[in-house]
C-alpha cells in the first residue's frame, strides 16, 4: 500500500454547488429540453410532427414530459446518471449533450427531490432521489492493506416497473421541494415569459422542425431567422468539412425589423449556440470588418456546424456561445469574414441612395423571398457559384417590378395627411396610400382589365 497520497477525492455538496453555480434557471430547463429533442432526433432526424414536450411549473413543483422515445435501463445504468462522460460510451450521433452532466446539474440546480421515469421499447423503470439523503449516503469499501474504508456512494438506485405502462415511449421529470430561489421565480411572469422566449429562439430549429413544446399549456412558436432570396439576389454561401465537421456558412440580407436581430447566428446541431452577434467573436471590428453600424441592419450571417461526434463542436458548457479558441471555429472564421466583406460591400452603397435608401431597403423585404434557417440547412445552391454574393440592383423600381406589384411612395404636408387619415378612418399612413389609390382607380373608373 502506498504511503506517500493525499486524498483529493472532491465532496458531493461541493460537487453540486461547483456544476449549478454558473448555469441559470432558465438553461437549466433548456438543457431538459436539448435530451428531449435528443431523443425525438432519433426517431426522425428530418421531421418531428407529433412529438411533443409538455412543461408544467409553479410554486411547488417543475415536470417535464415528452413522448420522444425515452431511454434504455442499461443507458440509464452506464451513461445517463453518470457524472461525466466516460470514454467507452458510444457516440451522441448529432446532439448537444457533450458533458454527460446536463441532466444532473438541471435536476440539482431546481431541487431537492426529483423522480426520472423512463420507458424505451421493452424497459420501463423509474429513479427517485432525495438530494439530501444521496449527498450523505455512502459505502464501504476495503482497501488495498485489508482495512475497511467508508466513501461517498455515488450511484443511483432504479426501481423496475412492470404492471403500467405509459401511453407511449417517453420520460417523465418531476421535481419537487424546490431550492428556494426557484419557487420565487416560478411564480415570476416576467421569468416564465422570459422563458418562453429563450426556447422560442434557442430552439427555433427543432419547433420549426415540427415538435410540439407548451409551458404551462402555452403552445411556443419557433421564432424564424430569414435570408432574402430571390433570382438576382443570392446570399454568399460556402459547405466544408473540416476533421469531422461539416460547416455551412451563409451571408446574406434579411428583414430590416430591430437592429437587434443583425448579425451572426450559429448553429451547433440544430441548436443555436449564438445569436445575432455582431462582436468580434464572429469578426466584426476585426479588420478588414467595421465593427457593427445601423448601415448594417440587414446583415444576416448563419453558420451551421455538424458533427455525429459532439465533443468536437466548439460549444461551451451552457451552450450559450461559441469557443474561439477552437481550432474548428478558427478554421471557418475567414469564411465568414469574407462572405461579410462582400454583404457589407454592398450594404455600404444603399445610403448612397439618399432619400431613396430606405424605401429601397424596405422593397427589398418586400419583393424577396423569406427563406428559414431550417430550409437554408439543406437549400439547394448547386446552380449559384460558392463563395460568391449576388447583390440585387440598386435600383428601387428595379427590385419593385420583380414582382406583379410595385410600391407608390410620395411626400406630403404632415398636417394635411394626419387630417386626410383620420378622414378616411384609417390607421395607418399606409393605409391611407392604399385608400387613396383605390379612390383614384374609383373615381377614374380604371379596372383591372385597363391595367
Known amino acids: 500500500m502506498e504511503t506517500n497520497v ?8 461541493f460537487f453540486i454547488e461547483m456544476i449549478t453555480r454558473d448555469i441559470s434557471i432558465e438553461d437549466a430547463i433548456i438543457d431538459l429540453l436539448d435530451n428531449s429533442i435528443d431523443g425525438a432526433n432519433k426517431i426522425n432526424p428530418n421531421d418531428y410532427t407529433g412529438l411533443k414536450i409538455n412543461i408544467t411549473l409553479n410554486d411547488s413543483e417543475f415536470i417535464i414530459e415528452d ?32 458533458f454527460g452532466i446536463g441532466m444532473k446539474r438541471s435536476l440539482f440546480k431546481i431541487g431537492k427531490e426529483f423522480v426520472v421515469e423512463s420507458q424505451s421499447n421493452d424497459d420501463h423503470f423509474k429513479v427517485i432521489v432525495d438530494v439530501d439523503e444521496w449527498s450523505k449516503k455512502t459505502k464501504k469499501v476495503t482497501a488495498d492493506d485489508g482495512n475497511e474504508l467508508e466513501i461517498d456512494d455515488w450511484n443511483f438506485n432504479y426501481q423496475s416497473i412492470d404492471n403500467k405502462k405509459l401511453d407511449t415511449d417517453g420520460t417523465i421529470i418531476k421535481v419537487s421541494n424546490l431550492n428556494h430561489e426557484v419557487t420565487d421565480l416560478f411564480c415570476d411572469d416576467t421569468f416564465l415569459n422570459e422563458l418562453a422566449n429563450d426556447i422560442q429562439k434557442l430552439l427555433n430549429f427543432s419547433l420549426l422542425k415540427g415538435i410540439q413544446i407548451t409551458l404551462n399549456g402555452r403552445i411556443l412558436k419557433g421564432n424564424r431567422i430569414d435570408v432574402l432570396i430571390s433570382e438576382s439576389a443570392l446570399p454568399y454561401y460556402a459547405n466544408g468539412k473540416i476533421n469531422d465537421v ?34 468580434n467573436i464572429t469578426g466584426w471590428g476585426v479588420a478588414p470588418i467595421p465593427i457593427w453600424h445601423i448601415n448594417f441592419v440587414m446583415f444576416r ?21 461559441i469557443d474561439a ?5 478558427k478554421s471557418v472564421l475567414p469564411i465568414m469574414k469574407n462572405g461579410m466583406v462582400k454583404v457589407l460591400e454592398f450594404l455600404k452603397k444603399i445610403p448612397q441612395m439618399g432619400d431613396q435608401a430606405n424605401n429601397y431597403r424596405q422593397t427589398l423585404c418586400d ?42 411612395a410620395y411626400d406630403v404636408n404632415k398636417d394635411l395627411a394626419d387630417a386626410a387619415k383620420h378622414h378616411a378612418e384609417a390607421k395607418s399612413y399606409k393605409e391611407l396610400g392604399n385608400t387613396s389609390f383605390e379612390y383614384y382607380l374609383k373615381m377614374e373608373d380604371i379596372t383591372d382589365e385597363e391595367s
Open 6 to 13: 493525499i486524498v483529493g477525492n472532491p465532496t458531493k455538496k
Open 67 to 98: 413522448n420522444c422515445g425515452g431511454f434504455s435501463l442499461e443507458v440509464a445504468q452506464k451513461y445517463a446518471f453518470r457524472f461525466g462522460r466516460p470514454d467507452e460510451a458510444p457516440k451522441a450521433h448529432s446532439t448537444v449533450g457533450r
Open 246 to 279: 461539416s460547416y455551412r456558412v451563409i451571408a446574406g440580407l434579411g428583414e430590416i425589423g430591430e437592429p437587434k436581430n443583425s448579425g451572426w447566428y450559429i448553429y451547433c446541431n440544430n441548436r443555436l449556440v449564438v445569436e445575432a452577434d455582431t462582436s
Open 301 to 321: 450571417g448563419i453558420l451551421f456546424l455538424d458533427s455525429e461526434e459532439t465533443l468536437y463542436l466548439p460549444l461551451t458548457t451552457t451552450k450559450k456561445g
Open 325 to 329: 479558441t477552437s481550432e474548428i471555429y
Open 367 to 408: 419583393t424577396l423571398e423569406k427563406v428559414s434557417a431550417v430550409e437554408l440547412k439543406t437549400y439547394d445552391f448547386s446552380s449559384h457559384t460558392e463563395k460568391i454574393f449576388i447583390a440585387p440592383p440598386l435600383d428601387v423600381d428595379i427590385i419593385a417590378q420583380k414582382k406583379n406589384n410595385v410600391r407608390i
